[in-house]
């Protein structure tokens, strides 16, 4: 009988742990059905919505933690905006979401904060200037063709800025901190393929939503002709 309880608990144990593991967020090669792959600085588990908060601090006179709930509040946009990866492939997908400004009259930063640090729950981390971050087409994004975004593309919420590589365009965000200076990106760590501000550059695209075989001439910055 103790043996039975005790193959019988191992057994669960098993079970527990391969289900935990099938919750990783698991980096793919494969284009999902929007066209994406999907990368992770680390494997972690999604974050769950319902305890979210969305952590904003550092320079300001209001720090707050942000709900879900919260954030929809905000004005709500939608664009269309394709996201071009460094590793040389884009997928364009309708992003939902709220600007950046909204956020800043909540929280109002000091008069010497002139930039933001990005953490995320796979523990990357970016920095944007407040200007890129109010740039027209920089989004909050929430939504993603029309659902809530989902966690295999980093929700409860994530950065869209189309004119730079997708790196810069965080996923899975916690955090985030108003600071006197950027200091890059988490990226320039990693390789030679990276730079600080992320702009596109100018070369050959392969748009995965599009077709496997497809390769498009690009002249730089946001993608808008395809």
């Not at 742990?17 to 090669?29: H, M, R």
């Not at 942000?66 to 884009?90: A, I, P």
Request: net charge positive; charged share 25%.
């Amino acid at each position: 009988m103790k043996r039975r309880k005790f193959l019988a608990a191992m057994g669960a144990a098993a079970g527990a742990a391969a289900g935990a593991e099938q919750k990783l967020l698991l980096p793919s090669d494969e284009p999902d059905k929007h066209g994406f792959r999907l990368m992770w600085y680390n494997p972690v588990p999604p974050l769950e919505r319902a305890s979210y908060r969305l952590q904003v601090g550092g320079l300001v006179e209001r720090p707050r933690a942000f709900s879900t709930d919260d954030l929809e509040h905000y004005g709500q946009v939608e664009q269309s905006s394709r996201m071009k990866c460094v590793q040389c492939w884009s997928a364009r997908a309708s992003w939902g979401g709220f600007r950046f400004g909204e956020l800043l009259e909540d929280v109002r930063p000091r008069a010497g904060a002139t930039a933001v640090r990005i953490d995320c729950h796979d523990k990357w981390y970016e920095y944007m200037s407040l200007e890129e971050m109010t740039a027209p087409r920089v989004l909050m994004a929430l939504r993603m063709n029309g659902e809530p975004l989902s966690d295999s593309h980093g929700a409860p919420l994530r950065l869209i800025d189309p004119s730079k590589y997708g790196y810069k365009s965080a996923k899975l965000i916690t955090r985030i901190t108003f600071v006197e200076k950027g200091e890059g990106s988490m990226a320039c760590d990693i390789g030679p393929y990276y730079s600080p501000s992320g702009e596109i550059l100018a070369g050959y695209d392969h748009p995965l939503d599009l077709g496997r075989n497809v390769r498009r001439k690009i002249s730089g910055g946001e993608i808008t002709a395809y």
